[in-house]
């Protein structure tokens, strides 16, 4: 199906987290959030959102670095182009734009959203999903003390989360992890996610996380050391999921060559859009390893992106999509994201597009800078 962009704008929201969320590598309260809505040359629209944050502490993207890149390279290299549809715009983006992939994966995504509205069938269909729900799982930011965390994490489980996650760093981890083990039960579905925060000199003190049966362990080391996450999961029982290390599906294939990981969270919006997800989800499943969805904070509107691609068959592991709720007061979609007791989120297959409505008012209410760029052969 082919597609012409005629339009991009950009708005940036602003939209303060229930509770503050803590990561090895900085704290978020107050989210700054990208909205893209993209209308093609036939005047129909959809919505989509850049993950970048607020600084770079996770990637080297921003918000800011985003809307320069958007605004600069990425909308003009697209606007008018008569594409064969938007599994074209990863390659024309990736060529000659190095980086700023969340930028990129917001334009591509919502491409992708704008082909399943013009197709009416559902964004999850489009992309070759298979679900109609997805069980979720919860991630715990860093708390103040091991019995804060196990309280946290034993509501989770009792709200009907799949999967939790808890954020460690070094000086908040075996303690935490172990109070929660203890607290939860061996059945309880536990894995830590460390942001990057240790070294190949904690190798020995991460293999003390084995005794705790975790899923797994995410992101351990540096996010350009996949030699030496391959050194680790020599040494640990505990499976290595991968998610600042794979920011396209090379790093994949390099990950399966090397051993460094046996497990990938997948973020569309760190792989520069669905087209690289899909390859990622595909190499994976051809190698028996599982994928999962993972979250970056996002609004309703990015949710809606990662539930669909969560719908695809290889995701087999509980995702970091968590309803509305747990981030917000009030989502900027209707229906909100919700998620019933047993820890599963409907995909919303019977409806086209992101199968959500963006809630333009409160948008508007919540943007605190706007612009719009135009192909100029659309007047
Ligand atoms: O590493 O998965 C991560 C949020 C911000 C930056 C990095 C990460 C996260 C999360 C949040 O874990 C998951 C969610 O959106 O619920
Ligand atoms: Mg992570």
Not at 74 to 91: H, Q, S, T
Not at 244 to 268: F, Q, T, W, Y
Not at 340 to 368: C, F, K, N, W
């Amino acid at each position: 199906m082919s597609l012409q962009l005629a339009r991009i704008t950009l708005r940036e929201i602003r939209m303060t987290l229930r509770e503050p969320f803590e990561i090895s590598s900085g704290r978020t309260t107050d989210r700054r959030i990208l909205l893209l809505e993209l209308q093609d040359a036939g005047g129909a629209t959809a919505w989509s959102e850049c993950v970048a944050g607020e600084r770079p502490n996770y990637s080297a993207e921003t918000i800011d670095t985003a809307w320069l890149a958007i605004t600069e390279w990425i909308a003009p290299r697209v606007l008018g182009m008569r594409l064969g549809g938007p599994d074209a715009i990863d390659d024309l983006l990736r060529r000659g734009i190095r980086g700023h992939a969340m930028a990129r994966a917001a334009v591509e995504m919502g491409a992708w959203a704008l082909a399943a509205e013009r197709e009416g069938v559902s964004l999850s269909r489009l992309l070759g999903g298979t679900r109609t729900a997805i069980a979720t799982g919860i991630s715990i930011g860093i708390q103040a003390s091991p019995h804060a965390l196990a309280e946290k994490a034993g509501a989770a489980l009792a709200r009907g989360y799949r999967k939790i996650k808890m954020k460690i760093r070094p000086g908040a981890d075996i303690e935490y992890i172990a109070a929660v083990r203890h607290a939860l039960g061996p059945e309880a579905p536990l894995m830590a996610d460390a942001n990057s925060a240790y070294t190949p000199a904690h190798s020995d003190h991460l293999a003390e996380l084995d005794a705790y049966r975790l899923l797994m362990i995410e992101q351990p080391l540096s996010q350009d050391d996949l030699r030496r996450h391959a050194q680790l999961q020599d040494r640990l029982d505990t499976p290595i999921c991968l998610d600042e290390s794979i920011p396209h599906a090379a790093a994949a294939e390099d990950m399966l060559a090397l051993g460094a990981g046996r497990i990938v969270n997948v973020k569309p919006g760190r792989v520069g859009g669905f087209r690289q997800a899909k390859a990622i989800h595909d190499l994976c499943r051809n190698h028996a390893v599982p994928v999962w969805c993972g979250g970056m904070l996002e609004s309703g509107v990015g949710r809606a992106h990662n539930v669909a691609l969560a719908s695809l068959p290889n995701f087999t592991i509980p995702g970091d999509v968590s309803p509305s709720a747990r981030y917000w007061t009030e989502d900027v979609v209707s229906p909100e994201w919700t998620m019933d007791a047993s820890g599963m989120v409907t995909v919303p297959v019977d409806r086209p597009g992101l199968g959500v409505e963006v809630d333009v008012d409160r948008v508007d209410d919540l943007t605190v800078r706007t612009k719009t760029l135009k192909w100029r052969g659309s007047g």
